[in-house]
């Protein structure tokens, strides 16, 4: 994804960036969840044990998102001992499968579910899955689930994959309006058994529930830019159905210089979740030839005069899903 954004900047959370959250966590009276989570790995930050910490003080449950990879005995306990209330790991390659994650390691991923299951006192953390569904990794996607639940593994999401990359628009296993060619849940029959799982949207439809704004959610990126969800974190192109598209980054200021409660309250942002009562946005999706549309690569805003790329959102149709 990373090669998609415009202008990226490789980044972690800062230290300043964190006293500056805490400070607005103390001030979110209703905050009910925080997770960890984006386009890079969260255990990567060099803070993130100090992070992990004074977050877990401050009562507010939280979800740890990660590949898996760098968790060590030391993390386990860590995330044992806080707790942390949710992990979620990234499983999208299987032995002898196409690698989709460079880097990946199957039997790492199965030690630490198992692992992390034997040490923990309770209930936490509750150990989750994440899998990216794709064309290459159909054949596999039983093996991965059933591996997890064999490890100890407690809930499954299964998402389809955005397609920020241009070779990825050949790999997405959804479609607009029509039956797929793979269904996903046939291709998951016989490992599904008890475990609690989310399979994503295979048809987009008419329907539209964003999960972002309907659970009064905001995103802080690793620069501290104050965004409403992950869609809208940075500027980066997308490829749809052979078409590409651009989105642009919609934020309401940065850590540094705002409150999470100002923001939250500010004229711009109220605006915005009020656009998510009626979804009063086009349906971009049934554009397919970026000649149709003159406000695709532009910042005005699309045929409507929002401001924003919510009318082709996945994640409002269920397609995209996460923790």
């Not at 044990?49 to 005995?73: E, M």
């Not at 034997?118 to 990794?137: Q, S």
């Not at 058994?193 to 295979?202: F, M, P, R, W, Y």
Request: glycine share 8%.
């Amino acid at each position: 994804m990373r090669n998609s954004v415009i202008d990226f900047k490789p980044a972690h959370f800062c230290a300043a960036h964190m006293e500056h959250l805490l400070d607005a966590i103390d001030a979110l009276p209703t905050l009910e969840r925080i997770v960890l989570l984006g386009y890079g790995e969260a255990l990567c930050n060099p803070h993130i044990h100090d992070f992990l910490a004074r977050l877990a003080r401050t009562g507010i449950p939280l979800c740890l998102v990660t590949n898996g990879q760098l968790i060590t005995a030391g993390i386990m306990d860590l995330l044992v001992h806080l707790p942390v209330k949710e992990v979620f790991v990234s499983w999208d390659d299987y032995e002898g499968s196409e690698c989709i994650r460079v880097g990946s390691d199957t039997n790492k991923i199965k030690t630490v579910i198992a692992e992390l299951r034997r040490r923990r006192m309770g209930r936490y953390p509750l150990i989750g899955l994440e899998v990216v569904a794709l064309r290459r990794n159909r054949g596999v996607l039983q093996k991965i689930v059933a591996a997890s639940r064999s490890a100890g593994g407690e809930k499954i999401i299964v998402t389809n994959v955005f397609p920020y990359g241009e070779a990825m628009r050949d790999e997405i296993l959804f479609a607009y309006k029509k039956r797929p060619e793979f269904d996903i849940r046939k291709l998951l029959d016989g490992a599904l058994g008890s475990v609690d799982i989310t399979i994503a949207n295979q048809v987009i439809g008419d329907e539209r529930a964003c999960p972002f704004m309907e659970k009064g959610t905001l995103f802080v990126t690793a620069h501290g830019d104050i965004v409403p969800c992950l869609e809208l974190a940075h500027a980066h192109k997308a490829w749809y159905f052979d078409s590409e598209r651009t989105h642009f980054q919609f934020s309401f200021g940065n850590v540094a210089q705002v409150s999470l409660v100002s923001a939250w309250e500010s004229e711009k942002f109220t605006a915005f979740r009020e656009g998510f009562v009626y979804y009063d946005f086009p349906d971009c999706l049934q554009c397919r030839d970026s000649r149709m549309c003159l406000h695709r690569a532009t910042v005005d805003g699309d045929c409507f005069r929002n401001g924003t790329p919510c009318g082709e959102c996945l994640w409002a149709r269920g397609v995209i899903r996460c923790p």
